[in-house]
């Protein structure tokens, strides 16, 4: 397990005060970056080998977005890291310990160089040991499909400021960008699906589904699909 302390900024809430769902994936994905440097495997190990994590999927789970000024405790716990795969749970909490946030993600190693899955090395995986207290939550897991039935309602570009380090769209930029094409805002669920990795420049087109209970966005390119976002 690996945890550190924050504060919810000016910069980092909506019109109503709460975190925004861009800002929330930022302190997972953070929280995952400040884990893997902290042993010694992160950003500036994996540029030495040409590799990198790619997100496949979210599993996002909304009790309650903390408010401007509050302090929460992000924490992430690795599991199944073995192949070319890792999971990671996120929870967020109060400092009272009001559980606020908890998610599951997928994650791939990729070969940089060939755009490839690479095996985990050994020094990568003695560096997340299970930890035996990780809490226990029932994720669904959902596989994300879409049925081309949605209606286009917008055109999205790649620009430079979206690019992360490993030369694509940073993975939280996916769920700003659907996030705008909503009728509403106030979710318990965010699953997310990354399919393709989006990058400079790439002209993305957006459509929206109509769900029983919430909306599917999909950012697509002709008939390859990129990412697959649903809010519940």
């Not at 930029?173 to 669920?189: A, C, G, H």
């Not at 769900?211 to 390119?221: D, S």
């Amino acid at each position: 397990m690996y945890q550190y302390s924050s504060r919810i900024s000016y910069s980092e809430v909506d019109a109503n005060l709460n975190l925004t769902y861009y800002s929330l994936v930022n302190y997972m994905q953070d929280c995952s970056c400040f884990h893997s440097d902290d042993v010694g495997v992160g950003v500036g190990y994996l540029s030495t080998i040409s590799r990198g994590w790619f997100v496949t999927s979210y599993e996002i789970h909304i009790n309650r977005l903390p408010k401007y000024l509050e302090k929460i405790v992000i924490s992430t716990y690795p599991y199944q890291v073995k192949g070319m795969m890792a999971r990671r749970i996120y929870t967020i909490t109060t400092e009272d310990g009001e559980l606020l946030v908890y998610a599951d993600s997928l994650w791939v190693l990729m070969d940089l160089e060939n755009l490839r899955p690479a095996r985990i090395n050994e020094k990568i995986l003695a560096a997340y040991p299970e930890d035996a207290n990780m809490p226990c939550f029932d994720f669904k897991r959902p596989k994300l499909h879409y049925n081309d039935v949605g209606e286009k309602v917008g055109v999205f570009v790649v620009n430079e400021n979206h690019i992360d380090t490993n030369n694509h769209m940073n993975n939280s930029f996916y769920i700003d960008v659907t996030r705008r094409f909503l009728p509403e805002d106030k979710f318990n669920e965010i699953n997310v699906s990354y399919k393709k990795a989006a990058l400079l420049f790439d002209e993305l087109d957006v459509y929206l589904v109509k769900l029983e209970t919430g909306y599917q966005v999909v950012l697509k390119k002709g008939d390859e699909i990129f990412t697959i976002v649903e809010y519940k």
